[in-house]
Structures are given as structure tokens and as C-alpha cells.
């Protein structure tokens, strides 16, 4: 059974720092692209990046190019999230993905292993 366990939200004030993480369980995580994705009151769920399975390509969306990266490693099955210079905007339930497809990943396509999700909040 594939488990997707996000950790490290929290509050934090505008300007701040967060760092989330991702620990996957039953599959071959190496194989897999990992991808982030968030979702604000009132709207849809959204890309927010992704890197493909070998770590060496990273996709970011615009709103947090240069203010996020993303990383993963592969020896201890986990994917990470650091965010930096935090904006009010960036408030949401920050969800991990996985797919074997960058493609699907980022599609957010049907069949895309997700997490539970964990609350980021960034107060003005």
C-alpha cells in the first residue's frame, strides 16, 4: 500500500521560512517523480512543483519560481519543499504527489498516488 506522509507545516510570518517533507512508503520511490502541489479556501488545487525521478530536472509554477526548491533523497524515500521569503498568498494545504509520469504527476491525472496534505498559513 502506497503511503505519501507530509510534515513541517505550520504558522509563519511573511518573509519566513518553512521546509516541508514527504516520506513515501510501498513503492520504489526512486522510480517515481514527486510533485507538490497546494490548495487555498475556495480554490482548486494547484501545481506547485515537481522533480523527476532521478532528482536531476526540477519544474517549478511561476508564483514560486526562485522562492521555493524542491529536492528529494532517494536513500530515505522522502521528498522536500523549502520555502523561503513566504508570502500571505502562499496560505494552503500543501499535498504531495507521485507518479511514475512527470506528466501525469503535474496533470494531477486520475491514478496519481497523493498525501493527506499539511497546513502552511503565513500571517501579514
Known amino acids: 500500500q502506497v503511503q505519501l506522509v507530509e510534515s513541517g507545516g505550520g504558522l509563519v510570518q511573511a518573509g519566513g521560512s518553512l521546509r516541508l517533507s514527504c516520506a513515501a512508503s510501498g513503492l520504489s520511490f526512486s522510480s517515481y517523480a514527486m510533485g507538490w502541489f497546494r490548495q487555498a479556501p475556495g480554490k482548486e488545487r494547484e501545481f506547485v512543483a515537481a522533480i523527476r525521478r532521478s532528482g536531476g530536472s526540477t519544474y517549478y509554477a511561476d508564483s514560486v519560481k526562485g522562492r521555493f526548491t524542491i529536492s528529494r533523497d532517494n536513500a530515505k524515500n522522502t521528498v522536500y519543499l523549502q520555502m523561503n521569503s513566504l508570502k500571505p498568498e502562499d496560505t494552503a494545504v500543501y499535498y504531495c504527489?507521485?507518479?511514475?509520469?512527470?506528466?501525469?504527476?503535474?496533470?494531477?491525472?486520475?491514478?496519481?498516488?497523493w498525501g493527506q496534505g499539511t497546513q502552511v498559513t503565513v500571517s501579514s
Open positions: 504527489n507521485a507518479d511514475l509520469s512527470l506528466n501525469r504527476l503535474r496533470s494531477a491525472s486520475a491514478g496519481v498516488y
